[in-house]
């Protein structure tokens, strides 16, 4: 889903600011400019390792990446794992794609989440009447989609999605299926406006703010291994888009290429993360996170699975509350 040229656009736009460009990855030249917190002990650098499950064992997984190599990774001993639900790490089935966040240099497993995905998108359609299948779309960059919510977690996903009917925003966290995947819980809370009545942002961004709150989220829809952003208030002319440059949480405008500095406020890790893609659905949502505290509304910065585990975020919890600046 990214744009091409994502590195030589940060670079001219830096000669154009007459600024150094800043570099993508963990803030400081150590890379420990974390304060740490509940995840990664000692708050020392975290990692994120994908791949499909070769073989697994209580204390080792054995991974297939990406790119076709093996990785033999030790699980530590308070490590978990999410397959729809907790379970032991050692349960988790061979030839299920995982996430895994990790410590020392990407070698010890600390967390890990299999076949996990997230359905963001506004209700084009609900059919069903136990098991319910619901269509939505996704936005112009991703298409349509379709998702089942098995009966088990219909009524859990619809306390968090009062408006549950077409033209409102739906947000779920669920396992991927070979057609159709399983939405289990909610992501967060559902906006009670339909999606093309987004509130209008506060005053115009005077360019003194020298940092944003609001909410971080992911989404695994950006290309393998890619750690990058989508931005929702990027110039329409660059990106090709016309829902672009949508948001409540008063935003400045941003080009492809543009470098944030994204902190995540509950665990204290920090790192510039490039704008690789345009977030106009995320744009859509006028929100709150409540992971540690409650953000100011709106999300700020739709992550791909890489950054936001390697930020601390957890992906079954689907969101942080963030704060950004520019790079």
């Given at each position: ?88 790490p050692a349960s988790l089935p061979v030839g299920a794609m995982v996430m895994m966040r990790t410590l020392r240099e990407g070698r010890v497993v600390e ?122 208030m990027l110039e329409r002319s660059d990106t090709g888009c016309a829902d672009a440059g949508v948001s409540c949480a008063g935003l400045p405008y941003l ?70 600046g520019l790079g």
């Amino acid at each position: 889903m990214g744009y091409p040229s994502v590195e030589r656009r940060r670079v001219l736009a830096a000669a154009a600011l007459g600024r150094e460009p800043g570099v993508p990855g963990p803030e400081g030249p150590d890379g420990k400019n974390e304060s740490g917190g509940p995840d990664g002990a000692g708050g020392g650098p975290l990692r994120a390792v994908a791949g499909e499950i070769l073989d697994i064992s209580p204390h080792l997984i054995i991974i297939e990446t990406p790119e076709g190599a093996q990785e033999r990774l030790v699980i530590a001993p308070w490590a978990r794992a999410w397959h729809g639900a907790d379970v032991a790490p050692a349960s988790l089935p061979v030839g299920a794609m995982v996430m895994m966040r990790t410590l020392r240099e990407g070698r010890v497993v600390e967390r890990i989440w299999a076949d996990t995905t997230r359905i963001t998108g506004t209700i084009q359609s609900i059919d069903g009447r136990k098991d319910l299948t619901v269509e939505l779309d996704c936005g112009p960059h991703r298409g349509h989609r379709t998702v089942v919510i098995p009966y088990r977690a219909s009524g859990r996903l619809q306390v968090r999605h009062p408006k549950f009917e077409p033209g409102y925003l739906f947000d779920a966290i669920g396992l991927r299926g070979d057609g159709a995947s399983e939405a289990l819980l909610p992501a967060t809370s559902q906006p009670p406006y339909p999606a093309r009545a987004v509130p209008s942002p506060p005053p115009a961004y005077a360019g003194v703010q020298q940092r944003i709150a609001g909410t971080a989220t992911w989404s695994d829809t950006f290309d393998e291994e890619e750690r990058g952003a989508a931005y929702p208030m990027l110039e329409r002319s660059d990106t090709g888009c016309a829902d672009a440059g949508v948001s409540c949480a008063g935003l400045p405008y941003l080009a492809i290429g543009s470098l944030l500095q994204i902190r995540n406020v509950c665990s204290g890790r920090a790192a510039n993360v490039p704008v690789v893609a345009c977030g106009c659905l995320a744009g859509r949502f006028c929100d709150r996170c409540v992971e540690c505290d409650t953000s100011p509304r709106g999300r700020i910065a739709e992550l791909s699975p890489y950054s936001y585990v390697e930020l601390g975020g957890d992906l079954v919890k689907g969101c942080f509350n963030a704060q950004i600046g520019l790079g």
